[in-house]
């Protein structure tokens, strides 16, 4: 894209117009926050049980005397051998966010189906601190529509982010929305340790749930590019001069970028 080069005044022009905007989108924003919590609440019935630093925890233990808990729902599925890299660089946020939440009445945690001892080596692999639960072997993931089986993938019977998918199994032109690029879900897997049809069975998401009375309720689900809000790096991205600049996969775990990568913004 050519720019403009302009003088200050015609800059400050241009710049006072966009602000406008901006915070024109800043009270929408805040509208639709207040929607979000005006939503009705649906009890949660089933007991789900995971395992956690801990030990073994309910859903309500998860809320570790809070009446709000956020759940962020990590890609990292059992036969994966690393998290999902997109879902990591989102991550890397949380360690600096929860402990403010915690303070707020709001627990915060990563759930995901892979086993605790997995997600423990990869947490001290990248130097996380925030609570993060296995899943493994129950169906909280299922029923929050980011764990998918192979049937799903065979008859096309797979909802994410509330609409129905075409068949994908064993397709490499399988994709996750806002986590694909031209490189399709194989990059991905192959950074996860597994095959595409594996990979795609988990989703990202994120849940919110409110404990009032002893009654756990389930207020608010997003998923895809709901989460762009929470992925701190696109963020800083939509304010750098050239934006997100994306053709591809360009982004990796914190540790697998080299000095060079990070001089030059590639691999």
């Given at each position: 894209?050519?720019?403009?080069?302009?003088?200050?005044?015609?800059?400050?022009?241009?710049?006072?117009?966009?602000?406008?905007?901006?915070?024109?989108?800043?009270?929408?924003?805040?509208?639709?926050?207040?929607?979000?919590?005006?939503?009705?609440?649906?009890?949660?019935?089933?007991?789900?049980?995971?395992?956690?630093?801990?030990?073994?925890?309910?859903?309500?233990?998860?809320?570790?005397?809070?009446?709000?808990?956020?759940?962020?729902?990590?890609?990292?599925?059992?036969?994966?051998?690393?998290?999902?890299?997109?879902?990591?660089?989102?991550a890397d946020g949380f360690n600096g966010?929860?402990?403010?939440?915690?303070?707020?009445?709001?627990?915060?945690?990563?759930?995901?189906?892979?086993p605790l001892a997995k997600?423990?080596?990869?947490?001290?692999?990248?130097?996380?601190?925030?609570?993060?639960?296995?899943?493994?072997?129950?169906?909280?993931?299922?029923?929050?529509?980011?764990?998918?089986?192979?049937?799903?993938?065979?008859?096309?019977?797979?909802?994410?982010?509330?609409?129905?998918?075409?068949?994908?199994?064993?397709?490499?032109?399988?994709?996750?929305?806002?986590?694909?690029?031209?490189?399709?879900?194989?990059?991905?897997?192959?950074?996860?340790?597994?095959?595409?049809?594996?990979?795609?069975?988990?989703?990202?998401?994120?849940?919110?749930?409110?404990?009032?009375?002893?009654?756990?309720?389930?207020?608010?689900?997003?998923?895809?590019?709901?989460?762009?809000?929470?992925?701190?790096?696109?963020?800083?991205?939509?304010?750098?001069?050239?934006?997100?600049?994306?053709?591809?996969?360009?982004?990796?775990?914190?540790?697998?970028?080299?000095?060079?990568?990070?001089?030059?913004?590639?691999?």
């Open positions: 894209m050519q720019h403009q080069i302009a003088s200050r005044d015609e800059w400050l022009k241009d710049r006072l117009a966009l602000l406008n905007e901006e915070k024109e989108l800043t009270r929408r924003s805040d509208e639709l926050a207040q929607r979000r919590q005006e939503l009705p609440w649906v009890k949660v019935d089933k007991e789900y049980r995971f395992e956690t630093d801990e030990g073994s925890a309910s859903l309500q233990d998860l809320f570790k005397g809070r009446s709000q808990l956020l759940v962020y729902h990590f890609m990292f599925g059992p036969d994966y051998t690393a998290g999902c890299p997109s879902c990591s660089s989102i966010v929860f402990v403010h939440l915690e303070n707020h009445d709001v627990a915060f945690t990563a759930v995901s189906r892979a997600l423990q080596a990869y947490k001290t692999r990248m130097g996380w601190t925030f609570p993060w639960a296995s899943s493994t072997g129950g169906e909280f993931n299922f029923d929050f529509n980011v764990s998918l089986t192979e049937e799903q993938q065979r008859d096309g019977t797979i909802v994410y982010n509330y609409q129905r998918e075409a068949p994908s199994y064993g397709s490499e032109d399988a994709e996750i929305p806002s986590r694909s690029t031209p490189d399709g879900p194989t990059l991905f897997a192959a950074m996860s340790g597994t095959d595409a049809a594996t990979f795609t069975r988990e989703r990202p998401g994120m849940s919110a749930f409110v404990l009032e009375d002893g009654v756990i309720y389930h207020t608010y689900s997003t998923y895809s590019r709901g989460l762009d809000g929470l992925w701190g790096m696109y963020q800083w991205l939509d304010r750098a001069p050239r934006g997100r600049n994306e053709a591809g996969l360009w982004w990796r775990r914190h540790d697998e970028y080299d000095q060079d990568d990070r001089r030059h913004g590639g691999p």
